[in-house]
């Protein structure tokens, strides 16, 4: 079992940026691939950006290429979320995801394919 705890979320200005910050627990030696998801009300819970620990592959949505990072922390226990130039439409619950398998040969992966999934962290990006 592995557990994630999201941080980092708030309100901030479009323009702004923030740092979302993933730490897992338990058996995380087990974690190949963690991601992050946002869903907003009504909408699907999409992809936002996702990366593989033993391939390095990583993988932006087209909404935030440019705009967004993610990176892990030596120990690969932590994942974060470097965003900047926020924009309105980014606002959103934000979920850390992740999982033991390796999709390097079907990257990214889908929804479906994470098997831990934090609590969620709120961001609001005001006009």
């Known amino acids: 079992q592995v557990q994630l705890v999201e941080s980092g979320g708030g309100l901030v200005q479009a323009g702004g940026s923030l740092r979302l910050s993933c730490a897992a627990s338990g058996r995380t030696f087990s974690i190949y691939t963690m991601g992050w998801f946002r869903q907003a009300p009504g909408k699907e819970r999409d992809l936002v950006a996702a990366?593989?620990?033993?391939?390095?592959?990583?993988y932006y949505a087209d909404s935030v290429k440019g705009r967004f990072t993610i990176f892990g922390g030596t120990a690969k226990t932590t994942v974060y979320l470097q965003m900047n130039s926020l924009k309105p439409e980014d606002t959103a619950v934000y979920y850390c995801?992740?999982?033991?398998?390796?999709?390097?040969?079907?990257?990214?992966?889908?929804?479906?394919?994470?098997?831990?999934w934090g609590q969620g962290t709120q961001v609001t990006v005001s006009s």
């Open positions: 995801a992740a999982d033991n398998l390796d999709y390097r040969f079907r990257w990214p992966p889908g929804h479906t394919d994470f098997g831990s």
């Open positions: 990366i593989n620990w033993s391939g390095g592959l990583t």
